[in-house]
Nanobody
Framework: QVQLVESGGGLVQPGGSLRLSCAAS????????MGWYRQVPGKQRELVAA???????DYADSVKGRFTVSRDNAKNTVYLQMNSLKPEDTAVYYC?????????????????WGQGTQVTVSS
């Protein structure tokens, strides 16, 4: 099995910064795309940022120029540096990963989610 563990959420004032981390562990052969999503009550989960194993990135328009996604392939870890935070960035942030893994002696491909970490931007 594969687990994603997030850390780094919390309370920050508008204009402040936070850095989220997500570490994957388990019977991993390779992680393809890793990403961050966020969700507020009553709304659909939305993509914030994603990064491929080769380093190509994609961002939601609302965070371009403020957030930066990066990864350390050797550590199976993805990061989200969030700067110039706004109250509308308040949400639960979830890590996501497309994983090629060992499964009962064979190769399997699955998508995994972390447990979520709360980010609150408020004065």
């Amino acid at each position: 099995q594969v687990q994603l563990v997030e850390s780094g959420g919390g309370l920050v004032q508008p204009g402040g910064s936070l850095r989220l981390s997500c570490a994957a562990s388990g019977t991993i052969i390779r992680i393809n795309t890793m990403g961050w999503y966020r969700q507020v009550p009553g709304k659909q989960r939305e993509l914030v940022a994603a990064i491929t194993s080769g380093g190509s990135t994609d961002y939601a328009d609302s965070v371009k120029g403020r957030f930066t996604v990066s990864r350390d392939n050797a550590k199976n870890t993805v990061y989200l540096q969030m700067n110039s935070l706004k109250p509308e960035d308040t949400a639960v942030y979830y890590c996501n990963a497309d994983v090629k893994r060992w499964a009962m002696g064979a190769i399997g491909y699955d998508n995994y989610w972390g447990q979520g970490t709360q980010v609150t931007v408020s004065s």
